[in-house]
């Protein structure tokens, strides 16, 4: 059986609580990739997204400490979201 997880709509923080729910569920690895937060519309039609990078990546090691094994991004990430994680995961490895 492959890894389950969870994607989208939770914003890094909410994550981290659910990615506990979850390992003490299932012994499968965990996928994580949350969202930068709830999206808006602005007023020159551009989507922004409530959870700022630094915000975001604060939650990764207690993502990393409630089970998942595998944590990518999801909507309102960027590759500098994704560039940041890898830095703080990477000493963890």
């Known amino acids: 059986m492959g890894p389950t997880g969870t994607n989208c709509t939770l914003d890094s923080a ?3 609580d659910l ?3 979850m390992r003490d569920a299932t012994p499968l690895p965990l996928i994580a990739q949350a969202n930068a937060g709830q999206p808006s519309l602005a007023s020159d039609g ?10 975001y990546v604060k939650y990764i090691p207690q ?6 094994n595998i944590i990518g991004g999801c909507c309102g990430t960027d590759p500098g979201y994704i560039k940041r994680m890898a830095e703080i995961i990477k000493p963890t490895l």
């Open 14 to 16: 909410d994550m981290v």
């Open 63 to 68: 993502m990393i400490k409630n089970g998942a």
């Open 19 to 21: 990615l506990k729910i």
């Open 46 to 55: 551009k989507v922004t997204y409530s959870q700022e990078l630094e915000d």
